[in-house]
């Protein structure tokens, strides 16, 4: 997000300032602009900007990548509205994502802007007098303190530069490579450029001509832009409604309406509120601020928001071309096929004429989005129903639908039946008939979601019938209409369903610990201590991979990936490729010195394919070949000219069924068991058989896949500048496929360099050295320096993710919830290559008890293979797709028996000193701790009885809620993987240089550890600094990985520290009066070395599959979260409060700490509720970006969203009795899901449904409405499988 500034003449010259997302502004359209970046608000070579100091400061900065934006949005409000309002900030951050923070400390921070900070909002990090004894504190700890900001002040911000105040009455002309833009200052001039160019696309705000150009590759040899064709921006108002240039902006067209409605009669404003209301959930505040309204209509998208309420409130087009001008009504005929309208090419929207309503007028939109904000919908709605004074017969109506065909639908026949009817239930319920007639779509349509779309049209009726209920009591009166005619009040259950969910302002708690009496001021542990990148993060001055200046000379890889999904490659013609300007090589595997095969973890297969080994594909994304060039514009188009052709190969794998139908498997399939199960089924009670889908999740890490590898010159050196997990895998690791190996060169030639990574989530380790490798072999060919930053699209069709599931489950128990036996079996989606998908089955089976002690205990798992793009680590590491399952399980089971689930898990947990399925003992107490204190937090009784209430008292919305344990294993089965090095220099100036294995990717490993150095040198750590992690100050790194990157690497520091802090002593003891300085100086001349390593042997850790027995964790992390929901029946629409508390023994650093525990939760209820990856019948990834893949924005926090730290607890296994946090809280974003089920089962015993249910993972709006089961739903038929191709594979 970047801040533009324009003072445009339609504006009388006033300075308008607007955020607007970079990736969408073309350049030539900025002309005369200001464009403000983040760097130029502030600095720290000068003074940083209150905006980023307090997302800094408020911890809302983790890896930063997202950090820019998120102070961008802010600051272009501020322009605007130096006291904003909490809507105000949300509506500004909408459009912007984040993956690590959990956006909580993001609004945190932006709050402390607003005059108002209600009491209700202001839940301050604070210790609470009420709270229990043992949260008693010396002191307050808070999270950061308000009275420490800088203030705003408005006067001192940028003024617009002057000498861009020009009149510029010329035409423009730019011309490029390939394009030319033309942007005219007349309408005559611009209808004389449309006529003689009538296939030009008039690009206005380019939001929809942009991500073409850019994503599918649209060419448009002329585009005419004409943003300064003043006509196009006239608002005039006549007797009858409002005119509006087709130019304005959507967010320029909203504040007019808005300073309208309050202007106007009630009455004449109903097709305003109904566009206001439209318009708040269209696209981002972003978007709005730049695209048209004219653009919105001619894009004729079929789920525009605009287009079926304008066209339903009979709003008219005023166009204009050669030929003259004409006014031509926006009704059925307009829209004429996708994108398509009945303009000629060379008409020019001039202005949209939006009628007043009239008294006796009805208008309502609707909208249901797989996302609440920032997201196209599913299905759109304009309705408008006209009464005559005093009668409830219907004088005239129109529906339009969004979402329901290849453009914007008339449901003409469905108005037909109502117009000249009394509006009642006798017309309405056959005008649910006709609708799911007429508005019928194919079961393989575009877009899917056939049932739940179809549904929706019905549901939106059904809520405006509702509405024009109330309002025809209120208009025609008691007692005025024959009995028969009398209109009677909404039962109370129904009148909930139309009350509209909260706004998104969320109320916290957080409770952390706090250090200890005796601890020093200096000593920065325990203290919530701010990331040390924060700032430079805030002020766009860290450094990402990409950031590093372009070297003279460099080039840049583009990849080029398979088509076919399971096919031989019969032909690879590049000659084209080499022809195109800037085009440097194309790189094939016969290019590779050294090895050509890839050996992760089990598997051996090649990563580079050519054609002269007959090579077969096997999946969509695959990498073939890479093209080098001199831009990254000139590569790509390299890449897009490659030429393959392929052999298709019979019987491609790609769901779970078909692998396991074909055997189709990575070796070995792993077993667990503990008691007889087979024989403990036969003395139960009850059995129950169930099963369970989960889908898989795309790490969505900000920044994508980046590296930078740079030939030093001599001896086959080479620097790569990666952003990686695990430096030492992409320099080395044993056979494995990394640029050393593929060199042929021995490591100590590669040096590889992470500053900082934005954001990894597992992602950024195996993958991440293939194409390290490839780029290798890119700049030794060349001898060039190569970079490779994979886009968005690619990222997601090539490295995979996490392993979508199903798991089957035979379970025995008894009458009293006692759960006796347990068969499960869990078969993953591992893709095309093994990667670490057995690994990850192992995890699997190790987390298949959670928190439960069940004595007969069976678990299989098997990594299919299939032929889809390989998946591989994602945080949690199978952890959350295995306990899924078994919760699952005990919910059936409580369902079974009529129980309360938490009943069942609290009967069913591990007590006293125990022992696992795999034989290893613990304690259970902290997990026992962290249960009944959710319990108490959340006043989970006091509210499950609320629900009960609310729910026998509301029929279309449905409360559920669920209390959710976790137990999370720490560190590395492999026991090798559990040791860390570090390598400590203290110059003679007193300043210290930490170096360790860990990347900071955003999880503030370097803060901490540069809380360990502070405390063990006993130095404040303004004194100590990291640089980066190489392989070169410290070699054979194990992954950051496994939640154990503090606690290895943590050791080592200490390690080094305490070395050196021991080799001062003498020199204290000489001059106790001395300072560091004076100590490290005299150990200087006293020739002491004042460099030390660390090293740290981590537990011998193991697990002895045979046996079926080990030690596999070093300890375990504890956590309980408790969430309501509040469901949308008719729309699968949900809310969420969220009370976690967790044990994470005692935290190095509170702040840190809370952001590890509120990103990971919010990722986990992505993965449970909203993030669908959704593959094509031949296996092609659908869902490659942002528009199709939705990730938690700031509207899907908690509304509540509390967060408690055990107090009290030990763990006498890590540093300094701290826990591993990265990963186990993300399995406690199932509790959404489970709320969401229970709100489900709540609605379904409605409709006399009763007993266990399946609802697959993500719970999605649409799987939790169609769960419903409501009478809407019921009406769709359902189609015979196998008469028809699905649009999507079940993987
Ligand atoms: C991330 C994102 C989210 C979005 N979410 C939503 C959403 O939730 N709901 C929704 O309805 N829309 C949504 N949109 C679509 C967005 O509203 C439209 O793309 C936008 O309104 C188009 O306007 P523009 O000025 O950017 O058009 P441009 O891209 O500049 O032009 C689009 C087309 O309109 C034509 N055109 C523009 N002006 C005129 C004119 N005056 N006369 C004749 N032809 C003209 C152009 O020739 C071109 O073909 C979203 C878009 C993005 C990128
Ligand atoms: S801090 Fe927001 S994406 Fe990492």
Redesign the pocket.
């Known amino acids: 997000t970047n801040k533009v500034d324009k003072i445009p003449k339609y504006q009388k010259y006033q300075t308008l300032h607007y955020s607007a ?1 970079a990736c ?1 502004l073309p350049l030539c359209q900025l002309h005369g602009a200001a464009v403000i970046t983040v760097e130029g608000i502030g600095s720290t070579k000068t003074r940083i900007h209150p905006v980023q100091e307090r997302i800094a400061k408020a911890h809302g900065s983790q890896c930063g990548f997202c950090t820019p934006g998120m102070v961008m949005s802010m600051y272009a409000l501020l322009r605007n509205k130096p006291q904003p309002t909490m809507e105000d900030i949300t509506q500004a951050l909408a ?1 912007n994502l984040c993956r690590c923070t959990g956006y909580r400390p993001i609004v945190d921070g932006c709050r402390t802007f607003c005059q108002v900070q209600s009491s209700a909002l202001h839940f301050s990090a604070c210790y609470s007098a009420s709270l229990p004894s043992h949260y008693a504190l010396q002191e307050k700890p808070q999270l950061f303190d308000k009275d420490d900001f800088l203030p705003l002040d408005p006067t001192q911000e940028l003024i617009f530069p002057p000498e861009l105040i020009m009149a510029n009455p010329q035409t423009l002309t730019f011309c490029g490579e390939r394009m030319t833009w033309v942007s005219p200052t007349s309408l005559e001039e611009l209808v004389q450029l ?1 006529t003689s160019n009538p296939k ?13 150009m850019r994503f599918k590759g649209v060419q448009h040899p002329l585009i ?1 832009s ?1 943003t300064r064709v003043t006509e ?1 921006f006239e608002v005039t108002q006549t007797p009858q409604g409002v005119c509006l240039g ?2 304005c ?2 967010s320029e067209v909203r504040s007019l309406l808005e300073k309208l409605v309050p202007q106007l009669p009630e009455e004449k404003t109903e097709l305003f509120k109904a566009l206001i209301q ?1 318009l708040g ?4 505040q ?3 601020n ?10 004729a ?1 079929p ?5 079926p309420i304008l066209a339903a409130g009979n709003s008219k087009v005023s ?1 204009i071309s050669s030929g003259g001008r004409r006014e031509v009504p926006l009704n059925q005929d307009f829209f004429v096929s996708f ?1 398509k309208t009945i ?1 000629k090419p060379e ?4 202005s949209v004429f939006i009628p007043f309503s009239r008294k006796g007028e009805f208008v309502r939109a609707f ?1 249901q ?1 797989p996302r609440k904000e ?4 599913t299905v ?1 709605t304009g309705m408008r129903v006209f009464f005559s004074e005093g009668s409830r017969v219907v004088q005239d109506i129109s529906i339009y639908y ?1 979402g329901m065909g290849p453009t914007t639908v008339s449901a003409a026949k469905t108005c037909a039946a109502i117009v000249a009817r009394p509006w009642d239930d006798e017309t309405l319920s056959r005008a649910y008939d006709i609708l799911l007639d007429e508005l019928a779509l194919p079961p393989s349509a575009p877009g899917g979601k056939v049932e739940f779309r179809r549904s929706l049209t019905l549901s939106f009726l059904f809520k405006f019938n509702l509405e024009v209920l109330q309002k025809l009591r209120e208009m025609v009166g008691l007692n005025e209409l024959p009995e028969k005619m009398q209109i009677k009040p909404l039962p109370r259950e129904i009148q909930r369903s139309l009350q509209e969910f909260q706004k998104q302002i969320v109320k916290y708690f957080l409770l952390i610990q706090h250090v200890s009496k005796g601890q020093s001021n200096q000593d920065p542990v325990g203290r919530p201590i701010m990331h040390r990148s924060a700032i430079s993060q805030a002020t766009g001055e860290a450094v990402y991979c990409d950031d590093i200046p372009k070297t003279d000379g460099e080039l840049f890889l583009a990849l080029v990936t398979s088509s076919r999904a399971h096919a031989k490659i019969t032909g690879l013609d590049v000659s084209e490729a080499l022809q195109l300007p800037g085009v440097v090589d194309v790189i094939t595997s016969k290019d590779i010195p050294g090895k050509k095969v890839q050996i992760i973890v089990f598997d051996v297969r090649s990563v580079i394919i050519s054609v002269d080994v007959c090579s077969q594909v096997s999946c969509i994304g695959q990498m073939v070949c890479a093209v080098v060039a001199d831009t990254r514009a000139h590569a790509k188009r390299g890449a897009a000219a490659v030429k393959i052709s392929y052999e298709d190969l019979p019987d491609p794998v790609f769901t779970i069924e078909e692998a396991v139908e074909k055997s189709s498997f990575f070796e070995p399939l792993r077993m667990i068991e503990r008691g007889n199960v087979t024989e403990a089924f036969k003395s139960v009670d009850q059995v129950y058989e169930g099963e369970m889908r989960m889908g898989g999740q795309e790490h969505f890490y900000m920044e994508t896949q980046s590296m930078l590898v740079v030939p030093v010159g001599e001896e086959t050196e080479f620097n790569v500048y990666v952003s990686t997990q695990w430096p030492t895998l992409t320099q080395v690791h044993r056979d494995t496929w990394t640029p050393a190996v593929t060199l042929d060169i021995p490591s100590n030639r590669v040096t590889c360099h992470v500053k900082r990574i934005g954001g990894a989530f597992g992602g950024k380790v195996t993958k991440t050295s293939i194409l390290a490798s490839i780029t290798s072999v890119a700049a030794w060919k060349t001898n060039h320096a190569v970079r490779c930053v994979l886009e968005r699209g690619e990222d997601m069709l090539i490295t995979g993710g996490r392993h979508p599931i199903l798991g089957k489950y035979k379970v025995g128990f008894m009458n009293d919830g006692r759960i006796v036996a347990a068969d499960i079996q869990y078969f993953t989606n591992a893709g095309n290559t093994v990667d670490e998908s057995v690994l990850v089955v192992e995890k699997i089976l190790l987390h298949m008890d959670n928190t439960y002690n069940i004595p007969n205990l069976r678990g299989r798992a098997a990594a299919c293979r299939t032929n889809l793009p390989s998946n591989t680590a994602f945080r949690g590491f199978g952890v959350p797709q295995s306990i899924m399952v078994v919760e699952n399980m005990v919910n059936d089971v409580a369902v079974v028996l009529g129980r309360p689930p938490d009943q069942v898990r609290e009967i069913n947990m591990y007590k006293g000193l125990s022992v696992t399925h795999y034989k290893f003992e613990f304690s259970p107490e902290n997990m026992l701790r962290c249960w009944e204190e959710c319990k108490a937090k959340s006043d989970y009784s006091a509210r499950r009885r609320a629900i009960d209430q609310f729910n026998q008292q509301s029929r279309w919305k449905k409360r559920g809620m669920s209390l959710i344990p976790i137990k999370y294993g720490i560190a590395f089965a492999e026991s090798f993987l559990n040791q860390a090095a570090a390598l400590v220099h203290i110059y003679k100036d007193g300043s210290v240089l930490v170096n360790h294995g860990g990347t900071e990717m955003g999880q503030g490993i370097h803060t901490k550890i540069q809380q360990v150095a502070s405390r063990e040198l006993h130095i404040p750590p303004s004194k100590i600094y990291i640089s980066e992690t190489s392989t070169n100050t410290v070699p054979n790194t194990c992954p950051s990985a496994a939640s154990f990157g503090t606690d290895a690497n943590g050791m080592a520091v200490k390690n080094a520290c305490q070395t050196l802090y021991q080799r001062l002593e003498p020199l204290r003891q000489k001059d106790p009066k001395g300072s560091w300085e004076s100590w490290v100086r005299a150990a200087f001349f006293e020739k002491i070395s004042l460099s030390a390593t660390g090293f740290h042997r981590g537990p011998d850790l193991y697990m002895d599959w045979d046996k079926m027995e080990g030690q596999p964790y070093a300890y375990y992390t504890f956590g309980a979260c408790c969430c309501e929901v509040e469901l949308d029946c008719l729309t699968g629409d949900y809310r969420v409060r969220t009370d976690i508390v967790v044990d994470i023994g005692r935290s190095l650093n509170p702040s840190v700490d809370i952001g590890q525990i509120e990103g990971a939760f919010m990722q986990g209820l992505g993965l449970y509720t909203l993030e669908e990856l959704k593959f094509s019948p031949s296996g092609l990834l659908y869902t490659r970006g ?2 199709q893949y939705k990730i938690p924005a700031v509207c899907d926090m908690p509304l509540q969203f509390n967060v408690y730290l055990l107090s009290d607890s030990h763990n006498p296994h890590a540093i300094y009795s701290s826990k591993g946090i990265g990963e186990p809280v993300l399995f406690l974003g199932s509790s959404v899901f489970f709320a969401i089920k229970d709100a489900v089962a709540a609605a379904r015993s409605e409709s006399g449904l009763v007993g266990p249910f399946s609802l697959d993972s993500p719970a999605t709006p649409e799987r939790a409405c169609l769960a419903c089961a409501s009478r809407f739903t019921q009406k769709i038929p359902d189609s015979k499988p196998g008469s028809f191709k699905p649009r999507a594979l079940n993987i």
């Not at 789920?303 to 287009?307: A, M, P, T, V």
């Open positions: 997302n969408l459009g449309k030009a696309p008039l690009v206005m705000g380019n939001t929809n001509i942009g991500p073409d005419i004409p196009l087709a130019g902006s959507l439209q959930n269209l696209g981002s972003q978007i709005r730049v695209a048209s309204l004219g653009g919105n209509i001619m894009s998208y789920n525009s928001d605009l287009n166009v994108g303009l008409e020019i929207l001039v909208r989005a920032s997201s196209f919908a759109t969004g942002p528009s």
